[in-house]
């Protein structure tokens, strides 16, 4: 019976070193993949070690753009009884990156939906963070326009009180220092917030700090992949 | 430099499937850890081929009884330089699991916290949903007394539908059943329902359906590992 398998990429750092054996094992059986990029998809797949040439791999494209019309026909090898593999250009596809109508669609039509073990920065992030985990809300992109950005970090700030849940969210990284001065301006002293940049990359770094003490303490952000987690105290 | 490493443990498959071989190489150069249970942790590094004999580790135990003023014993080995890893029972620590405290005493102490690439119950069952990923709270157990587990799913409908989320839960395996019955119970007909069982496992199942759908479809959940997730319309 065919399957939809929901594949994590890695974060930037080596593909071999992002998925567990059993995972890699299932990816080196398909051919047929539905993709944010195709053309990082077939980097990825290759550093694999697909046992087929690039070339014998059909990729889909399923990206911000694409619509809801279009979604049928990337399922079209599971209706050909052929597993069908899932790929976000980082992290888990459907988690704060496309993929979710799809999967759904896959839903409806029947098929089994698999997900694969692989790397999450916003679980990454919330393991190392030191925070409250037994309740966490990821949030995705707070509003850009400054006054709508603060009244927002106050709202989450407030929910994280109220709800004791960690509140998770990110930006591009060329806003990431312009968002850390708007929590350091928005914040009580006494919230905690964690900021996690390049995850299992080599430059990985994890720091936890009261807004009080990231008011005296500069971190440089720009251009880095960044997660940011707050706690109200 | 000494690093506290947090390590997410298989969900009950086998351990060799369960991380990335960077990961496990981290993992077998460790002589220190701190493990909910001891026990069953060393079960595990056993499966991930520990290159020393088991009783050559040394696993201090963080459970949720361990109390605050016994987390800066369990730090001991990286003030004396050695690296540390801390282990859950299944899946991530400190996610839906003890843990947090400790890598909160690691970072305050001024230590390296680096987390693992492994598997995520919540993040597995949420990429293979179909469900809204770009926003999404984990909400823990919902509470056992009828009428407060009632107010509480209508509470969670409310805020799925406000903030575009979806939410997420979990329960005790014996109590599964009557959850679903709760939630056929008290949401609306147009919301939808995930509910994926004993992830990553021979077993596993993931079944997305509208509320109206799920009344007329019975689901044995009785004894089973599971994730709810539901999106209001």
């Known amino acids: 019976m065919p399957v939809l398998y929901v594949i994590a990429a890695s974060l930037g750092g080596t593909a071999l070193d992002a998925l567990p054996a059993a995972a890699i094992g299932v990816v080196r059986g398909l051919r047929d993949f539905v993709a944010e990029n195709p053309k990082s998809a077939r980097a990825f797949l290759s550093a694999l070690g697909m046992p087929v040439a690039l070339r014998e791999l059909n990729i889909g494209r399923l990206d911000e753009h694409t619509r809801a019309p279009e979604l049928p026909a990337l399922l079209a090898p599971l209706r050909q009884s052929r597993s069908l593999g899932l790929l976000s250009e980082a992290g888990c596809p459907g988690v704060a990156d496309p993929g979710a109508p799809l999967v759904g669609l896959a839903h409806r039509e029947g098929f089994r939906v698999a997900p694969l073990v692989g790397p999450s920065s916003i679980v990454l992030a919330l393991m190392a963070s030191g925070l409250e985990g037994q309740r966490f809300a990821f949030c995705g992109y707070l509003p850009r326009e400054r006054s709508r950005r603060i009244q927002r970090i106050r709202e989450l700030e407030l929910r994280s009180r109220i709800e004791r849940e960690t509140e998770i969210f990110i930006e591009t990284p060329y806003r990431n220092q312009a968002l850390l001065a708007a929590l350091c301006d928005a914040c009580r002293p006494d919230t905690r917030l964690c900021i996690a940049t390049d995850l299992t990359l ?32």
Request: avoid cysteine.
């Open 202 to 233: 080599p430059g990985e770094t994890i720091a936890l700090h009261g807004i009080a003490e990231w008011r005296r303490r500069p971190l440089e952000l720009a251009g880095k992949l960044a997660v940011f987690l707050l706690q109200a105290a």
